[in-house]
């Protein structure tokens, strides 16, 4: 009897042995923050910035530019499909956000855009979703990530409040920054590569006196390069601004045909997916003021 006792506690002792391997063994799942492209990226890295247990993946690779005509690819899928939350820019920057919601019903997708500070401008009868340019916008941006975020994951809110409270401050110090530079300059007028910049323009009281191509990777037609090089010839100043993922082919042909200087505006829609990222958008911008200021003094 003393025997099969003995036996016996060795048997509940190994169970037990694995039970206790087996919970210590299972790591909590990490609660994971997708992202549609770089702009929204950043924010959400400085969010979330240093908190245990919550994975950033941003879904397009930092180098694809703006979304406007994005395909979601198998792989993007497979992406989403880990998603306990998509964070997105909104307002008709991700064409493709129908098709992402049906892959994954039960993620939550936050719309950065959809922020009662954040008025919407319009090309034509199509919002032009680029607010992100604007700083004061940024910042409405992060608020609106925030809330959200502290919405679906609750017990990382007061690291999230305090995160986003330290990034505004720094934008908040970017935007004076930016308004002491860039407020009085002599002159306002410029012409843009496409329908990036309206957010930016407003914000600093520049005027958009033409755009090369409305839409990006679409030529010109010969009428409306005519008409953009009128109007630059027509300009005090004769700047124009290319952006650094595209072409500058059709800005080159303009520039032969006035004499106009061409800078680079970046918008902060392509860079590293790195700790670099913390401090993109805040160095890219800043360096969107110094040329600003070199081309329109």
Same mark, same amino acid.
């Given at each position: 009897?003393?025997?099969?006792?003995?036996?016996?506690?060795? +048997?509940?002792?190994?169970?037990?042995?694995?039970?206790?391997?087996?919970?210590?063994?299972?790591?909590?799942?990490?609660?994971?923050?997708?992202?549609?492209?770089?702009?929204?990226?950043?924010?959400?890295?400085?969010?979330?910035?240093?908190?245990?247990?919550? @994975?950033?993946?941003?879904?397009?690779?930092?180098?694809?530019?703006?979304?406007?005509?994005?395909?979601?690819?198998?792989?993007?899928?497979?992406?989403?499909?880990?998603?306990?939350?998509? +964070?997105?820019?909104?307002?008709?920057?991700?064409?493709?956000?129908?098709?992402?919601?049906?892959?994954?019903?039960?993620?939550?997708?936050?719309?950065?855009?959809?922020?009662?500070?954040?008025?919407?401008? @319009?090309?034509?009868?199509?919002?032009?979703?680029?607010?992100?340019?604007?700083?004061?916008?940024?910042?409405?941006?992060?608020?609106?990530?925030?809330?959200?975020?502290?919405?679906?994951?609750?017990?990382? @809110?007061?690291?999230?409040?305090?995160?986003?409270?330290?990034?505004?401050?720094?934008?908040?110090?970017? @935007?004076?920054?930016?308004?002491?530079?860039?407020?009085?300059?002599?002159?306002?007028?410029?012409?843009?590569?496409?329908?990036?910049?309206?957010?930016?323009?407003?914000?600093?009281?520049?005027?958009?006196?033409?755009?090369?191509?409305?839409?990006?990777?679409?030529?010109?037609?010969?009428?409306?390069?005519?008409?953009?090089?009128?109007?630059?010839?027509?300009?005090?100043?004769?700047?124009?601004?290319? *952006?650094?993922?595209?072409?500058?082919?059709?800005?080159?042909?303009?520039?032969?045909?006035?004499?106009?200087?061409?800078?680079?505006?970046?918008?902060?829609?392509?860079?590293?997916?790195?700790?670099?990222?913390?401090?993109?958008?805040?160095?890219?911008?800043?360096?969107?003021? *110094?040329?600003?200021?070199?081309?329109?003094?």
């Amino acid at each position: 009897m003393k025997k099969l006792m003995g036996i016996l506690s060795v +048997v509940f002792l190994c169970l037990a042995m694995v039970g206790c391997g087996s919970q210590a063994g299972q790591s909590k799942k990490e609660f994971t923050i997708v992202t549609s492209f770089y702009p929204m990226y950043i924010d959400v890295l400085n969010i979330t910035k240093g908190v245990d247990g919550v @994975k950033v993946v941003n879904m397009t690779k930092p180098q694809t530019g703006c979304l406007h005509d994005y395909q979601l690819t198998t792989e993007d899928m497979k992406t989403l499909e880990s998603a306990d939350v998509f +964070v997105v820019n909104g307002a008709g920057m991700e064409s493709f956000l129908d098709k992402a919601a049906k892959q994954n019903p039960k993620m939550k997708t936050i719309e950065a855009s959809n922020y009662k500070d954040i008025e919407l401008l @319009k090309d034509g009868d199509e919002e032009n979703p680029h607010v992100w340019l604007s700083v004061t916008y940024a910042i409405a941006q992060v608020k609106a990530i925030t809330a959200g975020l502290c919405e679906a994951d609750p017990a990382h @809110k007061d690291a999230y409040r305090q995160n986003a409270l330290d990034y505004c401050m720094k934008l908040e110090a970017l @935007k004076k920054e930016m308004h002491e530079n860039l407020d009085d300059l002599p002159h306002k007028d410029i012409v843009t590569f496409h329908e990036a910049f309206p957010y930016l323009a407003k914000e600093f009281k520049l005027n958009i006196a033409s755009v090369i191509e409305r839409e990006p990777g679409t030529e010109p037609t010969p009428q409306e390069l005519e008409d953009t090089i009128k109007q630059v010839n027509g300009l005090s100043t004769k700047v124009l601004f290319m *952006e650094p993922q595209y072409s500058p082919a059709a800005a080159e042909t303009i520039a032969r045909e006035t004499g106009a200087k061409i800078y680079q505006l970046d918008p902060v829609v392509t860079g590293e997916a790195d700790e670099s990222a913390l401090d993109a958008y805040i160095s890219t911008m800043k360096k969107n003021m *110094e040329v600003l200021k070199e081309a329109l003094k």
